[in-house]
């Protein structure tokens, strides 16, 4: 099974800032990874997918990068409602395992 | 737009099952999509249970697979859930979900349901 290994655990930035997550694997996923936001009491909304493809409907100060083993999830200027977990996910080579990160949480001051 | 809305127990006895239900409003079940079940321990993160075809084909996380059946109604454009043995760790908000496949020929889940809590306790 791919171990996704986000950091860091809890991210507190103010509004503006700009916010990196990351999210490392135990072996290569290739493009393989997508990024969702979990507001609290909320499901899950897919954010990034194929590791830099914004989904429809996602505002552009999301960014996503990466490939192989190293990605990151990029937020430019955030906003208060960015407050959330940020979770990253991959499935390389179907049908392999799904598998999700541990969550970023990320705070607004 | 297509709906997700999972319904069922709320409160399950140790050592029974867990049973779920999705309903897909909007859309078709026969779609080119998989659907799939994740949960979520109260507190912590997600962990993606299994997926079924339309056709009836399955794929479970191996963790649960000698626990889990997933299993679909095509006529009432639903898929359920099954989960047998349950422990308190079993306890978690139950999400039903579509994957849709992407150019690059990956899967990520692009609608998700509201969840639905089910505790397993006596």
């Known amino acids: 099974e791919i171990v996704l290994t986000q950091s860091p655990a809890t991210l507190s930035l103010s509004p503006g800032e700009r916010a990196t997550l990351s999210c490392r694997a135990s072996?290569?996923?290739?493009?393989?990874l997508a990024w969702y936001q979990q507001k609290p009491g909320q499901a899950p909304r897919l954010l990034i997918y194929?590791?830099?493809n914004r989904a429809t409907g996602i505002p552009a100060r999301f960014s996503g990068s990466g490939s192989g083993t190293d990605f990151t999830l990029t937020i430019s200027s955030l906003e208060p409602e960015d407050l959330a977990v940020y979770y990253c996910?991959?499935?390389?080579?179907?049908?392999?395992?799904?598998?999700f990160g541990q969550g970023t949480r990320l705070e607004i001051k | 737009q297509v709906q997700l809305q999972e319904s069922g127990p709320g409160l399950v006895k140790p050592s029974g099952t867990l049973s779920l239900t999705c309903a897909v409003s909007?859309?078709?079940?026969?779609?080119?999509?998989?659907w799939s079940w994740v949960r979520q321990p109260p507190g912590k993160g997600l962990e993606w249970i299994g997926e079924?075809?339309?056709?009836?084909?399955?794929n479970y996380n191996p963790s649960l697979k000698s626990r889990v059946t997933i299993s679909v109604d095509k006529s009432k454009n639903q898929f359920s859930l099954k989960l047998s043995s349950v422990t308190a760790a079993d306890t978690a908000v139950y999400y039903c979900?579509?994957?849709?496949?992407?150019?690059?020929?990956?899967?990520?889940?692009?609608?998700w349901g509201r969840g639905t809590l089910v505790t397993v306790s006596s």
């Open positions: 909007g859309g078709s079940i026969s779609s080119s999509n998989w």
């Open positions: 072996q290569s996923v290739s493009s393989s």
């Open positions: 996910q991959q499935r390389s080579n179907w049908p392999r395992p799904i598998t």
């Open positions: 079924i075809y339309h056709s009836g084909s399955t």
């Open positions: 194929d590791a830099s």
């Open positions: 979900a579509r994957l849709f496949y992407t150019e690059n020929s990956n899967w990520y889940f692009d609608l």
